[in-house]
């Protein structure tokens, strides 16, 4: 069974920092493009970066460069994403993606490739 499990939300007072990682069993994540979206509550899901399979592209959010940083570790099947500088505007579900893909230097930034998620985990951000 191909499953993704985020884990490290949390609740973290503003200029906080907290780190994500989203675990892949049943699969290796070797040759999937990787992302994390996040939602607030009444609000829209959105991409907020994502990381190439090889690992050697990053995207991220406007509302999240210079703060947050994607990384991968293929041997231990874990994406990372470090969030620092956390503000209150960061609270959400946090979830992580995956989809196949054989182009090894691009990632997508949008929902519609990504195949495989995780159940979310909930980052709050508050004094």
């Known amino acids: 069974q191909l499953q993704l499990v985020e884990y490290g939300g949390g609740l973290v007072q503003p200029g906080g920092s907290l780190r994500l990682s989203c675990a892949a069993s049943?699969?290796?994540?070797?040759?999937?493009?990787i992302a994390w979206f996040r939602q607030a509550p009444g609000k829209e899901r959105e991409g907020v970066s994502c990381?190439?399979?090889?690992?050697?592209?990053?995207n991220y959010a406007d509302s999240v460069k210079g703060r947050f940083t994607i990384s991968r570790d293929n041997a231990k099947n874990t994406v990372y994403l470090q969030m620092n500088s956390l503000k209150p505007e960061d609270t959400a579900v946090y979830y992580c993606?995956?989809?196949?893909?054989?182009?090894?230097?691009?990632?997508?930034?949008?929902?519609?490739?990504?195949?495989?998620w995780g159940q979310g985990t909930l980052v709050t951000v508050s004094s």
């Open positions: 993606a995956a989809y196949r893909t054989a182009i090894q230097t691009m990632c997508v930034s949008g929902l519609r490739p990504y195949d495989y």
């Open positions: 049943g699969f290796t994540l070797d040759y999937y493009a």
């Open positions: 990381i190439s399979s090889g690992g050697g592209r990053t």
